[in-house]
């Protein structure tokens, strides 16, 4: 029997982790949809939306605080999951500012339970 496995977008610009990532979320049973910026990766969720975003937040040419506004602009993605992947510790405050219950945060380095973890928390 054939399930869907459901599609996780990692927004990472760091070809290890994105690497490291890709094996940990297979193993899990997802499948990884794996994007170096957020230009790239608002393009792919217009044409494909994924179960949830795991999203690094310093990139360029787009940070992920811009590319998670632009994404909860738009209607028709508002309601994905998006757990912040990083490493700064000044996310919590402006986390908290948005107020927004479908998002999440993961401080770099993650282990796989962490990562199992917060994304059973938040995928719909």
Known sequence: MNTLKPKI???ENDQA??????????????EPVLVENGIDALQLVRREPPA???LDIMMT????WEFLERL??????KEIPVILFT???TVM???????DPRLGILHKP????ELKRSIEQYLL
């Open 9 to 11: 977008l990692l927004v």
């Open 17 to 30: 982790i994105l690497q490291l990532m890709e094996i940990l979320l297979k193993n899990m049973g997802y």
């Open 52 to 54: 949830m975003i795991l």
């Open 61 to 64: 040419p787009i940070s992920g």
């Open 72 to 77: 909860r602009s738009e209607p028709a993605h």
């Open 87 to 89: 490493a700064s510790t």
């Open 93 to 99: 405050e402006r986390m908290a500012q948005m107020n």
């Open 110 to 113: 993650v282990t796989p339970s």
